[in-house]
């Protein structure tokens, strides 16, 4: 098969490398790619947000299947775009895709079907939003509707921070001023990431994760785009991942089917492990980055006929199978990162780091200069590994990060501690 990857991140570079090992696939490209990815496909300019040229090109190659990264483009439709021309691709279309892309039309959803999420209620206006506040009380979650990459949350403890998210979100505090916000219960419990495979009828369960957001130690500082994940999640046993099939994943796939918005493609779903179960904290309709590296690294089967049977509505007897070890990333990004940073350092040792045992690298943000690997964007390596335990993997992990030789980038030291603990006691 002739495959098209779009995106340019780790998540990407991990699903390269998992496609160019499948002996079904012949030629691989990567739109538009980075340094890492130019290892496993031929990396080509194209503008994402330009549906026709990604289409021309498609239909010019031959491409059997476009593998579509980031959820930009799914929003945007994409996915309807390359189909209506012919083409083949993994993703949910624009409507489905409105499940990450509208907190009130997921809300809504859930509600309709009894699929457990915090209480809530949509607002279009800051005083109504604000009386609602004071009558309920804090803590209380404020959200913006729309993509916000990850902005458009305020887990607020009082009133008053409240009442400063609905001004800030209204008054264009993220770049513009929210159209809509949704006010909800804030649920008490441990995170997870839960990852299904869906072809518009079913849904198979891919695997769990735990990602740390904050960028300093001991989850303190600003929010990111995720400095680190680990794979399976301990929270999540087999009564649990059951649980979130049956009672979260099953039903939203049975409900998108009923509205006309078949889902196909891959469904993340945000969790909070309460003690009452798991509760869906929001969904995003694309592979996890980091998570999806950890998930790449585990996933034993060959992912490209499970991406095929998923476009194709094809999965109900599909079946996938995982390395029981757990796996591990270590993201390293640059100095200054999530705030701003510089372009263009250096980066030494990567192939003396991927000599260390069960380590593969993964690029988020590079690019090359001749023979040298420089650093591109914020998040620009993840330094992988699989363990027989979560510390053999963090340790693993650790020793190839300190074989890395690049003054500019730093990284956390303590992925996956909460796991660790529970290891060790
Ligand atoms: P989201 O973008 O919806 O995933 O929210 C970002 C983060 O805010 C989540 O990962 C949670 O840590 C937190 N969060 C969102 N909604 C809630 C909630 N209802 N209760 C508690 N924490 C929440």
Redo the contacts with the bound molecule.
């Keep these: 098969m002739n495959i098209l990857i779009l995106g340019s991140g780790g998540r990407e570079h991990a699903l390269a490398w998992k496609i160019a090992a499948s002996p079904l696939t012949s030629k691989l490209y990567c739109a538009p790619g980075n340094a890492g990815i130019a290892r496993e496909a031929d990396c080509v300019a194209l503008d994402l947000d330009d549906h026709a040229a990604v289409t021309a090109f498609a239909k010019k190659k031959k491409i059997d299947l476009v593998v579509v990264g980031p959820e930009a483009p799914l929003c945007a439709g994409i996915v309807d775009d390359l189909e209506a021309a012919g083409v083949k691709a993994f993703g949910p279309g624009k409507w489905a895709a409105r499940l990450e892309g509208s907190k009130g039309f997921t809300k809504d959803l859930c509600k309709a079907n009894n699929i457990p999420t ?1 209480a809530y209620r949509r607002f279009k206006q800051a005083a109504a939003a604000k009386t609602y506040v004071r009558e309920h009380g804090a803590p209380i ?1 404020v ?1 913006a509707d729309g993509l916000a990459a ?1 902005k ?2 305020v ?1 607020a403890e009082t009133v008053d921070d409240a009442e400063a998210a609905i001004d800030m979100m209204f008054g264009g505090g993220l770049g513009q001023p929210a159209w809509e916000i949704v006010i ?4 008490i419990g441990e ?1 997870a990431s839960f990852f299904a495979l869906c072809d518009g009828e079913t849904a198979i369960p891919l695997a769990s994760a735990q990602d740390h ?1 904050r960028v300093g130690d001991g989850d303190k500082g600003p929010n990111t785009g995720g400095m680190g994940a680990y794979s399976p999640a301990p929270v999540m046993t087999d009564a649990m991942n059951k649980r979130v099939m049956d009672e979260i994943v099953l039903p939203t796939v049975r409900a998108l089917k009923t509205i006309g918005a078949p889902y196909k493609g891959v469904l993340f779903a ?1 969790l ?1 492990i309460t003690d009452t179960g798991p509760q869906l ?2 969904y995003n309709v694309r592979f996890g980055d980091p998570e999806c590296q950890v998930l790449m690294l585990r996933l034993m089967s060959d992912l490209v006929p499970a991406l095929t049977a998923a476009c194709d509505g094809q999965l109900k007897t599909f079946d996938l199978r995982w390395h029981p070890d757990t796996a591990l990333t270590v993201v390293m990004a640059t100095k200054g990162y999530p705030g701003p940073y510089g372009k263009g350092s250096t980066i030494d040792g990567l192939d003396d780091a991927a000599k260390v045992e069960g380590v593969e690298i993964f690029h988020a943000g590079t690019r090359a200069d001749g023979s040298r690997i420089l650093a591109n964007g914020g998040r620009v390596l993840n330094v992988c590994a699989l363990g027989k335990s979560v510390a053999e993997a963090q340790a693993r992990a650790y020793q190839a990060v300190d074989r890395i030789n690049w003054p500019e980038g730093f990284c956390r030291r303590d992925i996956g501690w909460r796991a660790v603990a529970r290891e060790e006691s």
């Design positions: 915090a979650v959200k990850g458009g949350v887990v909800e219960d804030c649920l995170e957001k945000g909070m904290i929001e």
